[in-house]
């Protein structure tokens, strides 16, 4: 007899504002389906400044459409400005017309902040205090948000009937604190003590993330729960068939924040000497992802440098259906990340049949041993001579990389939850 669930909806309530889901947000988006969409017997938690509070799972589910309906993920490639603009950037136009979000400029971000406080409202007024929670329920956590609050957890202790289950994510701000804006150390600390304290069980994304979190666990003498590894479900809109681009010269993609532990600064290195090798023939590259901290001399290249400047493009705002189509397109994924939990848009490329080269680490040897090339991220000669072997006309190279992605077959949500389900269940 399977335990009543009650999900943790507070990140997805905050996600309302937001255009576009991150990573996390599909963690959280997958697990609301699986659990509120498909078990009669669950209920949300939303931890609010008075307390948890608990939503029928009719409301909890009006959350989960309230978000998707938010984000328009559902957008093909070909009516996404952003994709539009890219391509036209990358001299492919697109066939057809745009269609912009119907209202005047800046009206879908109003909507959706009106949404999330109408959404907060009705949660004040409609749900009930944890004693409401059912006994004996499994308490699901998939996001870090509020763990630095403990006292947000603190009913726990009141509910030992209460089993619960946390999504770790990564620990890579305690691992690698020179990658994170100043705090978050501490800050990730104190999440993963709460994890620590309140865990019956502990979900990761990769055996990494799993091995280092027991390990700060043992440091800190919390005992050790069952620790269930699921690789992240990729996104349907990733795969071999769909739309393209056919850009004119050979085009590399990076993706992710644009941020020191990702290494941009690295490939921005690269393309000033490919710059000065190749001139006009200077492949681009695209870099897909904001800009985020910690990133000035990467930012500086891309602003003042002009072998950057010349031929590697920013892009961001992309749906998925655009970035699938954009990687359908590209000559490969440049992963040099120092340190990733998953390194989720390399399995990504692999479903598109890109090839990929990434950094050997162990998150991207566990995900794509066989199928990617790896360099060490600090060997620029290693990286500098894979681009120009790439880039060339009937590349050897890149036919082997993608010969290696033949038949590959991406990790989806069912068989994430088919690893993490016994754990759940023995609980």
Not at 297 to 303: G, K, N, R
Request: hydrophobic share 45%; with cysteine.
């Amino acid at each position: 007899m399977q335990r009543p669930t009650a999900f943790d909806l507070t990140r997805l309530v905050t996600r309302l504002r937001h255009a576009s889901p991150s990573g996390i947000d599909r963690v959280d988006l997958a697990y609301a389906h699986a659990f509120l969409g498909h078990r009669e017997k669950s209920v949300g938690v939303v931890s609010t400044a008075v307390g948890p509070r608990v939503l029928p799972r009719e409301e909890a589910l009006s959350i989960v459409a309230a978000v998707e309906a938010g984000w328009i993920e559902d957008r093909p490639a070909d009516e996404d400005p952003a994709y539009r603009r890219l391509a036209a950037r990358l001299g492919a136009p697109v066939p057809g017309e745009a269609r912009e979000p119907a209202g005047k400029p800046g009206s879908a971000a109003r909507d959706r902040r009106l949404i999330q406080a109408r959404t907060v409202a009705r949660i004040l007024a409609r749900s009930r205090p944890i004693a409401a929670l059912p006994r004996d329920s499994l308490y699901l956590h998939t996001s870090h948000l509020r763990l630095d609050k403990p006292g947000r957890f603190d009913w726990l202790y009141d509910r030992r009937d209460v089993r619960a289950a946390f999504f770790v994510h990564d620990v890579i701000p305690i691992s690698h604190p020179e990658y994170g804006r100043a705090g978050e150390a501490a800050r990730h600390e104190v999440r993963m003590r709460t994890v620590g304290r309140h865990a019956a069980a502990i979900l990761v994304n990769s055996e990494d993330t799993g091995r280092r979190t027991l390990a700060l666990l043992d440091a800190w003498r919390f005992p050790r729960p069952p620790v269930a590894v699921g690789h992240l479900g990729v996104e349907p809109a990733f795969g071999r068939e769909g739309p393209r681009l056919h850009p004119p010269r050979p085009t590399f993609l990076a993706c992710g924040t644009i941020e020191s532990r990702k290494n941009h600064l690295l490939l921005f290195q690269l393309w000033r000497v490919l710059a000065e090798r190749h001139g006009a023939a200077t492949p681009r590259l695209v870099v897909v992802g904001r800009r985020g901290w910690e990133a000035e001399s990467a930012i500086d290249m891309l602003e003042r440098c002009p072998g950057v400047t010349a031929h590697v493009i920013e892009a961001s705002g992309l749906s998925t259906h655009g970035l699938a189509a954009l990687m359908r397109s590209c000559t490969a994924l440049l992963m040099p990340s120092f340190t990733e939990g998953y390194g989720i848009p390399v399995v990504e490329a692999a479903a598109s049949g890109l090839p990929v080269v990434a950094s050997d680490i162990p998150a991207h040897r566990e995900i794509a041993e066989g199928l990617a090339r790896f360099h060490d991220p600090l060997d620029g000669p290693g990286w500098l001579a894979a681009v120009e072997r790439l880039m060339e006309a009937g590349s050897p190279l890149r036919a082997d990389l993608a010969g290696r992605l033949e038949g590959y077959r991406p990790p989806d949500w069912p068989a994430h939850f088919a690893a993490v389900g016994p754990t759940l269940a023995a609980l």
